[in-house]
């Protein structure tokens, strides 16, 4: 847009319909509303960003019931509440929620990739997230979401023995998906 403004004003300044002074004054005006306008693009931008939705709607999947996390041998969590268990009517014990997309160990969370990715678009709703499960993975890495990944084998996916199980994870840090 700016290159086109900038060709139009040139084209301007030799018919003679504005003078140089005119020609910079415009230059410089349409350089800060541009500027502007990125900046106010930016909230859009971060909104549709496919790693970021996925975190939004996996903590939304966790806060309806739609999904949980367990330890990692397969039981309730420290602060169960925050990762998809419920208490059970007698008040006594959880019991989880929805589809079980991970494990937490300390601070680390580990989803299970193909489980989260498809809570993560039944949360989505009909707004799906616009990339597939390989993509998505990608992404979580360019946005620094990945808290580690398997140099030794170029994989973004993580080897862990999680509920007695070797299983191949993404590796977050949990407060990127439920807050400090």
Do not use: N
């Not at 319909?17 to 971060?46: F, G, N, T, V, W």
């Not at 549709?48 to 309806?64: I, N, T």
């Not at 959880?94 to 990715?117: D, K, M, N």
């Amino acid at each position: 847009m700016q290159s086109a403004w900038e060709i139009w004003l040139e084209f301007a300044c030799e018919i003679g319909a504005i003078d140089k002074a005119e020609r910079a004054q415009l230059q410089q005006r349409s350089k800060s509303a541009l500027q502007e306008l990125a900046e106010l693009q930016i909230p859009y931008h971060l909104a549709s960003d496919p790693a970021l939705r996925f975190v939004a709607m996996l903590r939304a999947a966790l806060a309806s019931g739609g999904a949980y996390v367990a330890d990692h041998r397969g039981k309730a969590p420290e602060s169960p509440g925050i990762w998809g268990w419920r208490r059970k009517q007698t008040g006594r014990g959880w019991v989880p929620q929805g589809t079980r997309v991970g494990w937490i160990a300390r601070s680390e969370l580990f989803l299970e990739p193909t489980a989260s990715y498809q809570v993560a678009q039944l949360a989505a709703g009909v707004e799906r997230l616009p990339v597939s499960e390989q993509a998505l993975r990608h992404r979580l890495r360019e946005r620094g979401l990945l808290a580690s990944i398997d140099v030794g084998r170029h994989m973004l996916l993580v080897r862990r023995s999680l509920e007695g199980c070797p299983r191949q994870v993404l590796h977050l840090k949990a407060s990127d998906v439920v807050g400090p």
